[in-house]
């Protein structure tokens, strides 16, 4: 009998090793079945190279890649995630375009002037090599996600790397939709109590939860099991110029594609370095072994102000967050492990 990890008796976060030992030898266990949902822009964006590291690592079956607004408009991460899947030679794999706007949150000018284009009503760019000939399909990605979760209740993981919208909307439109869901892992939110807890679009606030911060905390306080991965983590890594090179080294249309898009950033400022958000999210599900993490209340401040959007965590519930729920939180990472991964899973 093939041992359930599932079974072994870990409390919120229930992703064990994807390996199991059976009789000295060892097995693959059945691969996680997700939905990518991703405010998605072609590599090298984060998502982009979240979605190829999903897209070529055998311990996930991806089902669906459903878009939102965050980076770039929804209409963009539409036609950036089309074009991206067709470059990998995956357009199998269907497309369902979501919100293109935050549950509550209204585009003032600071969230016009600081990064991400959620607000935008401008027609997409065409992506590197045009448009798709695959098209989005026709239902929207909250509809998708509650077909596919109540069609298989404890079986479909969400990987959310976005702002939460299309996930909350899904979450109030099916009162069985969050329970169906056997887990999440989401790149969002900065914890003050554990190192490099700072915000990157506000002094603390973190850019996912901070454009739908109403979302955030719907789909936190869902009691879906989750696996939160904030900028803690994400500063845990570096991407230079050195692992930029072992990757273009290889020759596939993907690589070709990275060579295009980020060879000019290291061509102009060979000792840049990019943070690895997204990838990292993904990472912790092929290998949950990669990140180190903590269980803690955490919960996200929706009143408009100082705060909003801000992710809080602790290791109790405490006034105002009596409604949150625990979690495992990431916070640090085996740098090399992961980066060696990374590597080897882009360039197959
Ligand atoms: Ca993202």
Known sequence: MIARWASLGRAAWSVGPMI????????????????????????????????????????????????????????????????????????????????????????????????????SDAPPPAPPGGFATTRAERETAAEYMLRTVLSAPGEVTIVAIGPLTNVAMAIRQHPEFAAGVKQMVIMGGAIARLPDGHGNVTPNAEFNFWVDPEAARIVLRSGIPISLSPLNVSRKTALTRRWYEAIVRVETPITRLIATTLGPAFERDPAASHLMYDQVAVASLIDPTLVTTEHLYVDVDIHPGLNYGVSVGGPEPWPGAEGARQMAVQHDLDWERFIRLFVDRVTR
């Open 20 to 119: 199991v030992l059976l009789a000295g030898s060892t097995v693959q266990a059945q691969p996680h079945r997700i939905i990518v949902d991703t405010d998605f822009g072609v590599p090298p964006t984060d998502d982009g190279l979240a979605l190829i590291l999903a897209l070529n690592s055998p311990e996930l079956e991806i089902l669906g890649v459903t878009t939102v607004a965050g980076n770039f408009s929804v209409e963009r991460a539409t036609s950036d995630a089309l074009r991206t899947l067709e470059i990998a030679g995956r357009d199998e794999i269907p497309v369902y375009r979501g919100a293109d706007m935050p549950l509550v949150h209204e585009p003032g000018d600071f969230a016009r002037r600081v990064w991400g284009e959620w607000w």
